[in-house]
């Protein structure tokens, strides 16, 4: 694909999420998309059931979720793969799904890359790339885990759950 052909599907997908159409956001996409996010606690999703899912779970979560792209967008010469370096805000008003993280009235800020991999016009799989911590820290409203034995602990806690359960899960499978 070319480079002016990436870009047209970068902006329609930066449009249908901020416009919270998740079926326009879908039309970019293969069905049997792959899409790998640190806030998706049962690891990547798969085809269109699996991101609309989690797409609506960060908009009831945060219903004034605003993304926008930081330039450069960065794509490969084989034209199959870009990076899109992005800003999130939004106030975190309602549940996050994933988490189960009740709604705290406070502002997020993430920066964060995603990239991108394309096949017949469409996208196939979305890499998402963000520091979990700082986000976490905003949306529990904790001071740096650097500055608080509170957060340190709570950060562990989490993480302990988050490891049970993805042990669980494996297990589960099997």
């Given at each position: 694909?070319?480079?002016?052909?990436?870009?047209?599907?970068?902006?329609?997908?930066?449009?249908?999420?901020?416009?919270?159409?998740?079926s326009?956001?879908?039309?970019?996409?293969?069905?049997?998309?792959?899409?790998?996010?640190?806030?998706?606690?049962?690891?990547?999703?798969?085809?269109?059931?699996?991101?609309?899912?989690?797409?609506?779970?960060?908009?009831?979560?945060?219903?004034?979720?605003?993304?926008?792209?930081?330039?450069?967008?960065?794509?490969?010469?084989?034209?199959?793969?870009?990076?899109?370096?992005?800003?999130?805000?939004?106030?975190?008003?309602?549940?996050?799904?994933?988490?189960?993280?009740?709604?705290?009235?406070?502002v997020?800020?993430?920066?964060?890359?995603?990239?991108?991999?394309f096949?017949?016009?469409?996208?196939?799989r979305?890499?998402?790339?963000?520091?979990?911590?700082?986000?976490?820290?905003?949306?529990?409203?904790?001071?740096?885990?650097?500055?608080?034995?509170?957060?340190?602990?709570?950060?562990v806690?989490?993480?302990?759950?988050?490891?049970?359960?993805?042990?669980?899960?494996?297990?589960?499978?099997?």
């Amino acid at each position: 694909m070319s480079e002016a052909e990436i870009g047209q599907i970068v902006d329609g997908i930066l449009a249908a999420w901020n416009d919270r159409d998740m079926s326009r956001l879908l039309s970019y996409l293969a069905p049997g998309v792959v899409w790998d996010d640190p806030a998706m606690l049962d690891g990547p999703v798969e085809g269109h059931e699996g991101v609309r899912a989690f797409g609506e779970s960060i908009f009831q979560a945060f219903p004034d979720f605003a993304y926008r792209i930081r330039e450069p967008i960065c794509v490969a010469e084989s034209g199959t793969r870009c990076a899109i370096p992005w800003e999130i805000r939004a106030t975190h008003t309602g549940r996050f799904g994933p988490l189960g993280l009740s709604p705290t009235g406070r502002v997020v800020r993430i920066r964060g890359v995603d990239v991108l991999e394309f096949e017949s016009g469409k996208v196939t799989r979305i890499e998402t790339l963000f520091n979990v911590v700082p986000a976490l820290e905003q949306v529990l409203g904790l001071k740096p885990l650097s500055e608080s034995r509170l957060a340190r602990i709570v950060a562990v806690a989490l993480q302990r759950c988050r490891a049970g359960w993805l042990r669980l899960t494996a297990k589960a499978r099997q």
